[in-house]
């Protein structure tokens, strides 16, 4: 009885183990280069991919703020106006 039970628990923890993919991890562990090596590619990955988005983003963005401006709406074109001044003062400064 107390046998089959522990025959039991042991089977479901190799199974959890097994799913988490344990062995793998502690073999990436223990390989330095290829840990690095999967931490580079990762990370190229992810600024590429912020790279790409923020363009995507701001180019969203810049379209939006040029039909605004093209519906020629007094308060926010004089903003936008004035937000375009303050960069070229700051510009000129340098």
Do not use: C, H
Not at 67 to 84: C, G, H, R, T
Request: hydrophobic letters at 55%; glycine letters at 4%; charged letters at 25%.
């Amino acid at each position: 009885m107390a046998k089959e039970f522990l025959e039991d628990k042991v089977e479901k923890l190799a199974v959890a183990i097994e799913k988490m993919k344990l062995a793998e991890y502690v073999e990436l562990l223990n390989n330095p280069k290829k840990l690095l090596w999967v931490n580079f590619i990762a990370g190229i990955a992810r600024g590429l991919g912020t790279a790409i988005g923020l363009t995507i983003l701001f180019a969203i963005i810049i379209y939006f703020l040029q039909k605004i401006i093209m519906l020629n709406l007094p308060v926010i074109s004089d903003f936008i106006a004035e937000i375009i001044r303050m960069v070229e003062d700051s510009k000129k400064i340098r």
